[in-house]
């Protein structure tokens, strides 16, 4: 991409300095995760001897087995593997019928305006800026009327419910660039709404829908929130039942198994950002400064 | 004029009128649910925590409107007081330093840096993770008896405290530097976008004029990057607003409540102690904290667009 | 081949005050090659767009062979259009682009084929057809985007600024093709553009268009040498027509006449039609193309209406086939064309000729064409 050729008149000492600030910085932002990483391979007296970055004595992997299959997150103590399928039970259903709506909406929004459509996005994307304490209580009212507390397919509603304004604006964004002309002429060669979505639009939005998803799969794996409030004993997402097995006070503090749980919660959060980084931080950038 | 086309024109897919008017009612018809649901999960909801805020509710909703008595009680009460300080504090060192860093790295990495997607890799990846795992990694690493205390303490300076995570006076600062770590990345990259985005002959002219480069970047590029940190500082003030996850982790609002933040409060006390109409009212405040950062930014930006 | 009548056609955009369309009446024989042209912001892309039905019409009646359309979908008008950003599907191949409105219309697959097979190699674009338009260059996306519109042999064909973006070579080679085109099909066609050297050569008849409304229709000879106003007559031509303010004056010999005052402030008499008889006395606004001002020609005798004056040149432009002076005339620049090789340097004074017979005369208020 850039020439390595040392630019315009810089001097080795100023090269030098960006380059040691850089990587200073760098570890700065690496060290949690090393720390992390070889916490979670230690065993409990090898923590308390050790530092927090020495490698461990001896690599072992009980703290992830505990961690995945027999630790305490409360009242049980199964691990954390449920809440793991718990939370990819939760996510799927969420991204895919988000990201869906949004396309649709983005579409309306940007080809097919009427009135009132615009003034409706204005509303929408007030919605992305609102702190979701706003709609706790109502919220958790609504899903018990529904019969849907505490269960996942609520958390999936709710999820679905306000993650709809995002992925209508990353669409509708996408979307007001592709010239209206095209749609003029498919419009023209006798296509109707849907013709023209399935045969003009969706074939050139891979990159808009791999930006949609990676966000929503990312800001849903994450959440906290609505997965404490709305969520059962048996519907936990992952990030709750990290929460209570960190913060179960019963017994000596292992952190091996914390870290353990920590790093199984991030994992499938990481891969897809190591796998397509690309589209995450475009989704980042996309999806806050034009909100 | 000689006429060459021969053979009949292909026939019209026939369609009805009902077709057509289906044409006009799709659009709308399509949207209409998630205008429906926006309405009454965003709009109608927040009337809802509104009018909720003027009552007397407590474990359950109940109509029995109070007038500001909740408020009352919110600016009476202590533990809010030092929520909205903490807020203060962990938001402006939040937006302050995330801002900072940011800009410095992204200027750094602009300068032709060989492995620079390598270095921007690291420097976002904490913004892939959960608000939970970062505090559970820093409560790890904060810790006192082991932590980062004991590390220094094994280098030799033994007489190293840090107890911040259990010091009441100091447990909010932690808060401060797990999210500068999760978030200065991101922010970062806002400002690399915005530097990629300069127009490259400003700063070519900058230099024909003899410029030096500090100069160039403190008198030509920052300025032109006025937007970016608008969009920054909107979007930190809103992370730090409803930062919820990273205090529970963390610090769970402790020692006692001297960490606390609003959107802890507003959880402990409307699902946990009870106290539905003070955490309704709680919510509304925060809501009037968004509105007061995000009216006069959005008043702004729709007014330059008017203009353009 | 269709006709297409365009009756009192009217558009007010919701929350608008003013009327983009004022009442527009024009008729379209088959097979004649109609273009709209005016600047930007006149309507005239409105306008294709309401014959198109992409845009509603908010009173008056478009018709299609005596059949009125104004209420029918885009689809239903078997109209096909070229676009100026030629709005090719990205996602599929030339041969698909082309085929997609048949496909649409469920012709059968033999057919379309032997459709794509006869227009492909119409605009030799045969060896193209199973790119995708990216790999294409702006000259080749043009042809596939006439393609397009060919494959389905629409009743009408609208063509919306189809060459702004090409660049000048390529336009006018296009322009020729386009041209031909029409002559070997003998299409009906309506054709927007700012570009009023296009609308001269391609046009039929030409509709000069202005705030809404069509301020001449008429043949590009008539819009050229007889404009109906001076807006029609300052757009069309380049340079544009010289408007020079004058005072009818009458001589010894009863003829009109008038007085020309150069930069050197001296007067000379400029002999005008008779029928300006009755303007004696009045101010008008003279007309006049910059080819009807120039150098003093042997076989050009004087006559009547075409006198002799002598201006102080006072800046050259050569551009080729042609020099464009400017001289200074009742203290307005004005523009003549004089051959390339004559030798003068600005700064001289020249004989001129003006020929006043093909001079048009505005009222300088209304600034309509008194003698029309």
Redesign the interface.
């Known amino acids: 991409m850039h020439s390595s050729s040392t630019s315009q008149g810089e001097n080795g000492l100023g090269r030098w300095l960006i380059y040691g600030v850089l990587a200073l910085m760098a570890l700065v932002y690496l060290l949690p995760l090393f720390v992390m990483l070889v916490t979670s391979f230690k065993t409990g007296t090898d923590i308390r001897t050790g530092s927090l970055i020495s490698l461990p004595q001896e690599w072992v992997t009980d703290s992830w087995q505990a961690a995945w299959g027999t630790a305490c997150t409360g009242v049980t103590c199964d691990g954390i593997k449920g809440y793991f399928w718990n939370s990819i039970k939760m996510v799927v259903p969420a991204v895919l019928i988000s990201t869906f709506i949004g396309a649709f909406n983005g579409y309306v929004i940007s080809k097919w305006r009427f009135k009132g459509s615009d003034l409706f996005f204005s509303l929408m994307l007030f919605g992305c800026f609102l702190p979701f304490q706003l709609v706790l209580l109502p919220m958790a009212a609504m899903l018990g009327k529904l019969g849907l507390a505490n269960t996942t397919t609520g958390l999936v509603l709710v999820h679905v419910i306000y993650g709809v304004a995002f992925t209508t604006l990353f669409f509708r964004n996408y979307y007001i660039n592709v010239p209206d002309e095209l749609v003029k002429a498919a419009k023209l060669d006798g296509a109707g709404f849907f013709t023209i979505f399935w045969a003009i639009l969706l074939p050139i939005s891979k990159p808009i829908i791999m930006v949609t998803i990676i966000w929503q799969f990312t800001s849903i794996w994450n959440d906290f929130l609505f997965g404490v409030v709305y969520s059962g004993a048996d519907s936990q997402p992952i990030t709750v039942a990290l929460n209570n097995l960190v913060n179960t006070s019963t017994g000596v503090k292992a952190y091996n198994v914390d870290m353990a749980a920590a790093i199984i919660a991030a994992l499938p959060t990481l891969f897809v950002y190591f796998v397509a980084g690309k589209y995450f931080v475009r989704g980042l950038t996309a999806g806050s400064v034009k909100g | 004029m000689p006429v060459t086309h021969t053979n009949t024109p292909a026939p019209l897919a026939s369609t009805t009128p009902w077709q057509d008017k289906m044409q006009v009612w799709l659009p709308k018809l399509i949207l209409s649910p998630t205008i429906v649901v926006t309405l009454i999960c965003v709009y109608g909801f927040v009337i809802w925590t509104g009018l909720l805020s003027f009552t007397k509710s407590r474990f359950l909703p109940q109509f029995d409107f109070v007038g500001w008595r909740q408020y009352e009680r919110l600016l009476n009460n202590d533990r809010w007081i030092t929520a909205c300080e903490n807020l203060l504090i962990f938001g402006g060192l939040f937006i302050a330093i995330c801002l900072l860093i940011g800009v410095l790295l992204a200027i750094f990495l602009d300068q032709k840096i060989q492995q620079e997607g390598m270095i921007r890799t690291i420097y976002l990846y904490p913004m892939a993770l959960s608000f939970i795992v970062t505090g559970t990694a820093w409560k790890w690493i904060l810790n006192p008896g082991l932590g980062l205390e004991n590390l220094v303490h094994q280098m030799g300076f033994t007489d190293f405290k840090f107890d911040w995570l259990v010091n009441s006076d100091m447990a909010v600062y932690t808060l401060v530097i797990a999210a500068v770590w999760q978030s200065s990345g991101f922010v970062m990259a806002l400002f690399l976008a915005g530097l990629r985005g300069i127009d490259s002959s400003i700063i070519n002219a900058a230099q024909i004029d003899g410029a030096s480069k500090p100069r160039i970047y403190w008198s030509i590029i920052l300025p032109c990057l006025r937007p970016v940190f608008f969009s920054a500082i909107i979007i930190l003030s809103h992370l730090a607003i409803k930062s919820f996850d990273l205090v529970t982790a963390l610090t769970s609002g402790g020692p006692g409540y001297s960490s606390d933040l609003p959107a802890l409060f507003m959880y402990s006390h409307s699902f946990t102690r009870g106290q539905m109409g003070l955490g309704a009212a709680s919510a509304i405040m925060m809501l009037a904290g968004i509105l007061a950062i995000l009216v006069p930014y959005l008043y702004s930006e729709l007014r330059g667009k008017r203009n353009a | 081949?269709a006709k297409l009548d365009l009756i009192d056609i009217r558009k007010t955009y919701?929350k608008s005050d003013l009327e983009t369309l004022k009442g527009i009446n024009i008729s379209i024989e088959p097979?004649e090659f109609l273009i709209l042209v005016g600047p930007s912001g006149c309507g005239k892309s409105t306008l294709m767009?309401t014959i198109?039905?992409?845009e509603d019409i908010s009173s008056g009646e478009i018709r299609i062979n005596d059949v009125d359309v104004s209420g029918?979908?885009?689809?239903?008008r078997?109209?096909?259009?070229v676009?100026?950003?030629y709005?090719l599907?990205?996602?599929?191949t030339v041969r698909e682009n082309m085929a997609?409105?048949?496909k649409?219309?469920?012709?059968p697959t033999t057919?379309i084929d032997a459709e794509i097979k006869r227009v492909s190699e119409l605009l030799q674009i045969d060896h193209l057809l199973d790119r995708k338009p990216s790999q294409l260059s702006g000259g080749q996306q043009q042809r596939v985007a006439m393609g397009?519109a060919l494959a389905?042999?629409?009743?009408l064909y609208l063509f919306d600024e189809p060459l702004s973006n090409l660049d000048a070579k390529l336009r006018v080679e296009m322009r020729t093709e386009v041209k031909k085109l029409h002559?070997?099909?003998?299409t009906t066609i309506v054709y927007v553009t700012h570009d009023q050297i296009e609308a001269m050569t391609l046009a039929d008849r030409i509709a000069v268009m202005k705030a809404g409304e069509v301020q001449q229709l008429g043949s590009p000879y008539e819009i050229y040498n007889h404009p109906t106003n001076m807006f029609v007559a300052g757009f069309m031509g380049s340079p544009s027509m010289n408007f020079v303010p004058i005072t009818v004056l009458e001589n010894s010999d009863a003829h009109a006449c008038t007085e020309l005052t150069g930069s050197d402030g001296k007067a000379q008499l400029l002999a005008l039609p008779d029928k300006l008889k009755t303007y004696v006395g009045k101010k008008l606004m003279l007309g006049l193309r910059p080819e009807h001002i120039s150098q003093q020609l042997s076989h050009h005798s004087e006559t009547d209406l075409i006198s002799a004056a002598r201006f102080n040149i006072e800046i050259l432009e050569p551009t080729g086939p042609e020099t464009i002076a400017q001289i200074t005339i009742n203290d307005h620049a004005v523009h003549c064309r004089l051959a390339p090789d004559l030798s003068i340097t600005a700064g001289q004074d020249l004989d001129l000729m003006i020929d006043v017979s093909k001079a048009s005369f505005f009222d300088p208020d209304s600034e309509r064409n008194i003698l029309l």
């Open positions: 081949m919701p097979g767009n198109a039905g992409l029918l979908a885009p689809k239903d078997d109209i096909a259009m676009f100026q950003s709005a599907y990205p996602n599929m997609f409105g048949l649409i219309r469920k012709t057919e397009r389905r042999r629409p009743k002559q070997r099909l003998g």
